[in-house]
T-cell receptor
Framework: DQQVKQNSPSLSVQEGRISILNCDYT??????FLWYKKYPAEGPTFLIS?????DKNEDGRFTVFLNKSAKHLSLHIVPSQPGDSAVYFC?????????????FGQGTELSVKP | EPEVTQTPSHQVTQMGQEVILRCVPI?????FYWYRQILGQKVEFLVS????????KSEIFDDQFSVERPDGSNFTLKIRSTKLEDSAMYFC?????????FGPGTRLTVL
């Protein structure tokens, strides 16, 4: 099941610079998208979400952009901090999944170097 | 800040044994979920629960699995007869609407 894909398994960024994490999806019935951050041996931590009726949502250093025509979303972190180093997952929900099932990407491991 | 809690943090069991994983969702949340992550793989949906019944379940969630909300606070996942391939991190999540909030997980090891 490759409905949600994160094609970059890892990303390395210098502290203070922008981190851009990308996610592609194939199911046009997805109406809600989320980004999670995960440290080893912990559960995913909810970061930010976006509804399909919007193309941008911002929360502090985190901004999510949604391009529905390209079926692509991205998470921008600026400025990046060493504490941002973690695995980032994008997830999506379909309007047909009444139960709210989330489908996750494989994750991108972000490393922010001081 | 309210959070989802899970117990135990690590469960080791023999193949064929029953296990119960426990979760306490965030108190005013209405929707409850179980997910799992096999080592090196994606986080996978197992089941969602709303209004005291299962609202959706995946193909993984076969007759060996069951969920229960025995009181107003706990949400449990039972695996009746564990298999080696059930070894994974199991995450409970809850939501009111929108974002789902995850617990720290239970690492299940089946020997």
């Amino acid at each position: 099941d490759q409905q949600v894909k994160q094609n970059s398994p890892s990303l390395s960024v210098q502290e203070g610079r922008i981190s851009i994490l990308n996610c592609d999806y194939t199911n046009s019935m997805f109406d809600y998208f989320l980004w999670y951050k995960k440290y080893p041996a912990e559960g995913p931590t909810f970061l930010i979400s976006i509804s399909s009726i919007k193309d941008k949502n911002e929360d502090g250093r985190f901004t999510v952009f949604l391009n529905k025509s390209a079926k692509h979303l991205s998470l921008h972190i600026v400025p990046s901090q060493p504490g941002d180093s973690a695995v980032y997952f994008c997830a999506a929900r379909s309007i047909y999944n009444q139960g709210g099932k989330l489908i996750f990407g494989q994750g991108t491991e972000l490393s922010v170097k001081p | 800040e309210p959070e989802v809690t899970q117990t135990p943090s690590h469960q080791v069991t023999q193949m064929g044994q029953e296990v119960i994983l426990r979760c306490v969702p965030i108190s005013n949340h209405l929707y409850f979920y179980w997910y799992r992550q096999i080592l090196g793989q994606k986080v996978e949906f197992l089941v969602s629960f709303y209004n005291n019944e299962i609202s959706e379940k995946s193909e993984i969630f076969d007759d060996q699995f069951s969920v229960e909300r025995p009181d107003g606070s706990n949400f449990t996942l039972k695996i009746r007869s564990t298999k080696l391939e059930d070894s994974a991190m199991y995450f409970c999540a809850s939501s009111y609407s929108g974002g789902q909030f995850f617990g720290p997980g239970t690492r299940l090891t089946v020997l």
